[in-house]
């Protein structure tokens, strides 16, 4: 099996509260992952240890075999749940900084979906509105060639039109190779093209199953077996 | 990468400090005229004399003061917001080691204090030369008879000085880096343990310059450079060259312990949270 990333007893904590409790995954290439989980599951913790953003209290993980680090960034294509684009800097600063940084960055396709959305290279980032921002680092992510994309809640927060421009964004320009990781609790959104979901409930995995077996295994959809498995946390 | 990411943060710099250094340059050039004016017309007198020949000058060292500060302010705010602020989801993922990312904000913190420097002076001798273009004549007219007191030992210890400065400009910096690390690894209240952080270091560095000092006060006073109407003399060049040496490596290596411990933190204790 073409192993991407393997988690083992990945565990973290915040203070006295375990964010990830003994975490075991492991990612092959070319799929379309969804990790889902109620807020406050860990799914955002998980990301930023995949990118190196936060260190684990416990337990390791391997990305193509070595621990996250600069050939781990190099090959991740991260998309976090905030803005991160520095306020002094232009539209074209940001394609240009992507193409310097990332051998796997197609500026030509930035540049395409940039003019699409009508931005000039010298739009000065600050002045663009938040939903634009939003679009724009989406776009710069999805415009590498990457073996692993981490896109934390690219939905969340966003109305319905927006929705669908973001998962079209995703669906037509990621790598083939690689494999997309969509971390979500909006799981009907994304069910459609999912390969595979791994839930994550209070820290820890307690699903990893392709979409196709658990609609076959439970007779539902993802979403209604989610909403199952949760709903008892819920309330 | 360093290469790439000093492009980037020098980027950051210009678009910030560009417009303030001409600024500077400008209102030198208009101090230059006003006070000429003011000086050389004795009927330009009262709230027309105070508008004309201070308010500008005044202008000019606010700006020269908010200049200095702001640049502190970037350096602290570069590092801060920039790796352990919403832009470190940018910055710390790109494929450059943490080590790299401290050395392009120290090198570019440094340009940043040598230009300020630099363009400060440069306004000065600007204003000089649009009030008065004979005094700059003068000076050079009188520049060679300075320079030949001075020998080559001379100029010797004033680069060795020079560079003493660069170093201790570089340990300032990275003592500030240090101490934002260090308050990032708390999970509250980061600023004000970065602050605390600060200070402590400083007294510990102080301590460690006071124990320096009895050994510089054993120096005879004649090493130190000395004037007479024969002009100057320096019997101790030998020892003084070696003090700032000592200054050198000393500040040299307190920097890599800074470098080494900020490194530590950011590669193995980051907690973006």
Not at chain 1, 206 to 234: K, N, P, Y
């Amino acid at each position: 099996m073409n192993e991407l990333l393997t988690c083992t007893g990945l565990t973290r904590y915040f203070g006295q509260t375990k964010a990830l409790d003994g975490v075991d995954l492991t990612l092959t290439s070319g799929k379309i992952v969804g990790l889902l989980g109620p807020n406050g599951s860990g799914k955002t913790t998980l990301i930023k240890i995949m990118n190196g953003l936060l260190q684990p209290t416990a337990g390791e993980i391997r990305i193509m075999g070595s621990a996250p680090g600069v050939a781990s960034k190099g090959m991740i294509s991260y998309l976090p749940d905030r803005g991160y684009f520095p306020e002094w800097m232009r539209v074209g600063d940001m394609i240009e900084m992507f193409y310097d940084f990332y051998a796997d960055f197609d500026r030509d396709k930035a540049e395409d979906m940039c003019r699409a959305l009508g931005l000039e290279a010298d739009s000065a980032i600050k002045t663009l509105s938040k939903g634009t921002r939003e679009k724009m680092q989406l776009m710069l992510v999805m415009s590498r060639a990457a073996k692993l994309y981490l896109l934390d809640e690219p939905i969340a927060g966003v109305d319905p039109a927006a929705r669908e421009f973001i998962m079209q964004t995703i669906l037509t320009n990621y790598n083939e190779d690689g494999t997309v990781l969509i971390s979500t609790h909006l799981i009907s959104d994304v069910e459609q093209v999912l390969d595979e979901a791994v839930f994550l409930q209070q820290g820890r995995v307690v699903l990893h199953e392709a979409v196709d077996s658990i609609r076959e295994r439970t007779g539902e959809s993802v979403d209604a077996l989610f909403r199952e498995m949760f709903r008892a946390q819920l309330y | 990468m360093l290469g790439k990411l000093i492009k980037y943060d020098f980027r950051s710099c210009i678009r910030k400090f560009g417009p303030l250094w001409l600024g500077m340059a400008a209102l030198a050039v208009i101090n230059g005229f006003t006070i000429g004016h003011v000086l050389d017309n004795d009927h330009i007198t009262g709230w027309l004399q105070f508008f004309a020949g201070v308010v500008p000058l005044i202008l000019l060292i606010v700006l020269w003061t908010a200049v200095a500060i702001m640049s502190l302010v970037f350096i602290c705010q570069r590092f801060y917001k920039g790796l352990l602020g919403d832009e470190g989801y940018l910055m710390l993922t790109l494929p450059v080691t943490t080590g790299e990312h401290i050395t392009s904000k120290a090198i570019v913190a440094l340009l940043l204090e040598t230009i300020t420097a630099v363009v400060a002076v440069a306004s000065g001798l600007l204003l000089v030369t649009v009030y008065k273009p004979e005094i700059l004549g003068e000076i050079g007219r009188h520049l060679p008879e300075v320079l030949s007191y001075m020998n080559g030992k001379v100029w010797l210890i004033l680069l060795e000085y020079l560079l003493f400065t660069l170093v201790e400009a570089v340990l300032q910096t990275l003592h500030i880096y240090l101490a934002i690390c260090l308050g990032h690894l708390a999970r509250e209240h980061r600023v004000a343990l970065s602050i605390v952080a600060y200070v402590l270091i400083s007294i510990a560095m102080s301590h460690l310059i006071t124990l320096c000092v009895p050994m510089i006060e054993r120096f005879p006073e004649e090493w130190f450079i000395t004037f007479d109407e024969m002009g100057m003399h320096f019997a101790g060049f030998g020892p003084i060259a070696g003090l700032i040496g000592a200054g050198i490596l000393v500040s040299a290596i307190i920097a890599a312990v800074f470098f080494c411990i900020s490194n530590y933190i950011l590669r193995r204790k980051l907690n973006l949270e």
